[in-house]
């Protein structure tokens, strides 16, 4: 078996001579190489590649398979390997009550914790806000207090007198902490009554004006007259009482439960 070489032109006007096989010698092998070495001739070199590479493909089927990325199933009738068969599997669930369900009363448990551990933070922040839009000072205990000067020790009536005139409002230390005004009537007498000096609207300390005989709120504007009731708002209610009682010549502090002389009615701090 010979073949005649193929034999390039650079001139694409001349065609290239055909080859000569002797009869009887022309078997597939050779079939796919003329193939070729025609296309090779006559194609250009990307085209011929890629007939070569088909034509070598169908000569050996594998290489098919084994050029893609992916399995693929041999052509049946070639004896190569066997067809896969795909199994299908079908998954069937059956519905459970719900006290047959595993773990039921753990996931009961893990509720109640995390119901108990949202719950705590939430109570805690809203005390804080609660004691906020409560009036200062609204609570009472059951005994008095000795009033206490702005240095921390007990207040002498005689001394208080000495050193305060007629018609003077000065703080002192009363009920919880409040700060309280002890009264000088006019008469240079110690009133039988204190005012809580926190004001009922948002809580500031309301100094007192003696110019304007007032009680003046430097906060919002809140007015009380100089036994602390309210003249003008915002604050919806009077400043809160205590009794101004002695004891071994000392200033007791007692929570007023009585009516309110200034407006008559229950008092709103009991």
Not at 159 to 167: E, I, K, R, S, V
Not at 193 to 199: F, K, M, Q
Not at 200 to 212: D, I, M
Not at 255 to 270: A, H, L, N, Q, Y
């Amino acid at each position: 078996m010979w073949f005649s070489e193929p034999v390039r032109y650079a001139s694409t006007n001349h065609r290239p001579p055909l080859l000569h096989i002797p009869k009887g010698h022309i078997t597939r092998a050779s079939s796919a190489s003329l193939c070729a070495s025609s296309l090779d001739c006559r194609l250009p070199t990307a085209a011929a590649t890629m007939a070569s590479t088909a034509l070598s493909t169908a000569s050996n089927p594998t290489q098919l398979c084994r050029s893609r990325a992916s399995p693929c199933k041999p052509v049946k009738g070639l004896g190569i390997g066997r067809e896969r068969v795909p199994r299908n599997i079908t998954c069937m669930a059956g519905s459970i009550s719900a006290d047959r369900v595993p773990d039921m009363s753990k996931r009961e448990t893990m509720n109640l914790l995390l119901l108990g551990a949202i719950s705590l933070p939430t109570f805690g922040m809203l005390v804080p806000y609660g004691s906020f839009l409560v009036p200062a000072g609204s609570g009472s205990n059951a005994g008095g207090v000795v009033a206490k000067d702005k240095l921390g020790n007990d207040i002498r009536v005689e001394d208080w007198l000495n050193t305060h005139g007629p018609n003077d409002r000065t703080l002192a230390q009363g009920l919880k902490g409040d700060p309280t005004y002890l009264v000088v009537e006019s008469d240079k007498t110690l009133a039988t009554y204190g005012v809580n000096a926190v004001c009922t609207h948002l809580g500031c300390v309301v100094p007192w004006n003696a110019a304007e005989n007032k009680f003046l709120c430097p906060c919002h504007g809140s007015q009380y007259n100089n036994q602390g009731k309210v003249v003008r708002g915002p604050a919806p209610l009077s400043l809160a009482l205590v009794h101004a009682d002695v004891d071994d010549g000392k200033v007791v502090f007692v929570p007023w439960v009585e009516t309110d002389f200034r407006t008559g009615e229950d008092p709103w701090w009991k």
